[in-house]
């Protein structure tokens, strides 16, 4: 089973950028479709963005967040342009089952995720 951590967080400014990196152990990685997740606290886990294991992609994020993934390094990636003070969250990344069509219908595996902070 693939554990994944994820890292790239921080405390930037409104309009700057991040690169969020997950980064999954095993030999596994590339069968299972991946997703990033934020949770403000005290507010409901939202889905970010999501990408087959083929880079089929899905995004919820107002065309400033970019899903990607690089198998043969068993990362997937979100790139964050023009943050916003309201993306302030913690960012998990997930995967879901193996084999499921896309997009997945449910995610098994999760990060403890990375803090992402954006001040004013």
């Known amino acids: 089973q693939v554990q994944l951590v994820e890292s790239g967080g921080g405390v930037v400014q409104a309009g700057d950028s991040l690169r969020l990196s997950c980064v999954g152990s095993?030999?596994?990685?590339?069968?299972?479709?991946m997703g990033w997740f934020r949770q403000a606290p005290g507010k409901e886990r939202e889905f970010v963005a999501g990408i087959s294991r083929n880079g089929d992609r899905r995004d919820s994020a107002q065309g400033r967040f970019t899903i990607s993934r690089d198998n043969a390094k068993n990362t997937v990636y979100l790139q964050m342009d023009s943050l916003k003070p309201e993306d302030t969250a913690v960012y998990s990344c997930?995967?879901?089952?193996?084999?499921?069509?896309?997009?997945?219908?449910?995610?098994?595996?999760w990060g403890q995720g990375t803090q992402v902070t954006v001040s004013s």
């Open positions: 095993g030999r596994t990685f590339s069968y299972f479709p």
């Open positions: 997930a995967a879901g089952t193996a084999g499921d069509s896309w997009p997945p219908s449910r995610y098994i595996i």
